[in-house]
């Protein structure tokens, strides 16, 4: 089967016209990256940098909320001076853990 090709046998049901419209509206992401080591931004074609938010929001249909991870927590905190829980503290260390594994 090529891409395009009729699949449904009933070529009056209307169904090949609601594909047509589903496959339009997908928008993916793929292909390296060029993205900053340091602020995370990302170049685009043009050569302009942008947030990560923005250049994925333009390309997809993804959309984002912020938080913050438990390591920038706890450094936000303790630059205000904030005490901060074990538990916060715990959770950063298996976040850790997380990332060296599966490196």
């Known amino acids: 089967m090529k891409f395009g090709e009729t699949i449904c046998p009933n070529a009056d049901c209307g ?3 609601r594909l047509a419209t589903e496959v339009a509206e997908v928008k993916t992401l793929s292909g390296l ?4 080591a340091c602020c995370k931004k ?3 074609d043009r050569g302009y940098w942008n947030r990560i938010e923005s250049y994925i929001m333009q390309r997809s249909n993804a959309s984002f909320s912020h938080g913050y991870c438990p390591a920038c927590a706890i450094k936000s905190l303790e630059a205000a001076g904030v005490p901060v829980s074990d538990e916060l503290r715990k959770k950063a260390y298996q976040d850790l853990q997380s990332d060296l594994n599966s490196a």
């Open 15 to 17: 169904c090949q016209g």
């Open 33 to 36: 990256l060029p993205i900053c």
């Open 42 to 44: 990302i170049r685009d």
